[in-house]
């Protein structure tokens, strides 16, 4: 076994050990179709008020430029669906957010990682991200062989959907890459034909119209109005292009314990909501990703459904 693939080995068992679901790894460079498509959706407007996304335009489409020196990109998928039901006549939470920011929970597996690579390989440079920097993580996911892009525009594991985070981590070292895998949608058109507030065409997604957008994203400003009647209870992101999505029926639940269901937060009634003090909510929300959009955010979202 030559060196390269001896290292690619250790690096997909640091991967279980650490209780990753899945493990790609492709050549770190230059997105160059991606890089086409995504200049087009900002030309668009489709970002709506994420202004961030259009920082470090040339970083994000090239991990050479925003790790210098990098030979590999490792991408890791971390399981988060639970078979947690929430009363539908209650405000509503996607899943993502059910236990504890997954930003922190993977941030510190992702620092063990490094830490065992340079014990098991030897002194390696690089660096690691978990959805907040300029990375295209669906791309890298794609390129990785694990997963195709679907039309809701999530990426999906032939094996088990697609209720998973994505994190990569991106290295100075030569690895054995994969090859993308074909894509499953065929003539399906579920996730189109479901979202509420028509967010989505085949592969790609206007941001500033969907939920998730609308209730997270969108801060310090009311949420028009045009789109109240069609939030269907979502106060903090929405789920419903995965739900209806064939390839979830294979989702397992995950057994990662940081992700746990916050029953107390889940099981609020919109009257619970409209009457929760901000002290409460900071007790409630300790970990959570709805800190992302405070008190008051969530009060607007809780008022707008
Ligand atoms: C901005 C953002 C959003 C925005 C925009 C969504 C989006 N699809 O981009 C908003 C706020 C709406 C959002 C919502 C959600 N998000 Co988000 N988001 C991001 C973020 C920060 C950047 C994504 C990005 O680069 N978008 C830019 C556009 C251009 O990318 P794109 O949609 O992939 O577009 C490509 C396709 O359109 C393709 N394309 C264009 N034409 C065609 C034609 C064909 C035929 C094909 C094949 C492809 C194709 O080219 C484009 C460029 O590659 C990533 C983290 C990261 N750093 O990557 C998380 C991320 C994508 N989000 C994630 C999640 C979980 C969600 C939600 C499910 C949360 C929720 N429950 O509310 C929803 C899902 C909504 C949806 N249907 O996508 C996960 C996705 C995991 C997965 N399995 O795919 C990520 C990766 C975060 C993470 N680390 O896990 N998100
Ligand atoms: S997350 Fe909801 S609003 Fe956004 S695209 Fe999917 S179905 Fe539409
Ligand atoms: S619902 Fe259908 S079209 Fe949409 S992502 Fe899933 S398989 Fe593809």
Redesign the pocket.
Known sequence: MSLKSKHTLIVKQIAQELGFSFCGISKSGFLEI?AK??ES?LKKG?NGK?TY?ENYFDKRVDTTLLVPDSKSVITLMSNYYSDYKQNPENPKI???AFGNDYHEVIKDKLKQFFILINQKIGEVSGRYF??S?P?????WAKKSGLVW?GK????IHPKNG?F????EIILDLELDYSTPIK?YCGTCTKCIDSCPTNA?T????N?SK?I??LT??LKDELIPIEFHQKLENWIF???I??EVCPWNKFSLVHNEIQFEPKINLLEMNKKQWQELSEEQFKILAKNSPLKRSKWKGLKRNVESI
Request: aromatic residues 16%; hydrophobic residues 35%; charged residues 20%.
């Open positions: 991606e498509d995504f959706w489709n994420m996304m996607s899943r993502y978990v959805d920097a990375v295209m993580e669906k791309a892009q809701n525009t999530n990426v697609s998973f985070f994505l994190s894509d989505l085949p592969y790609s997604i941001g969907c998730s957008y997270i994203e992101g929405c789920d292009c995965q």
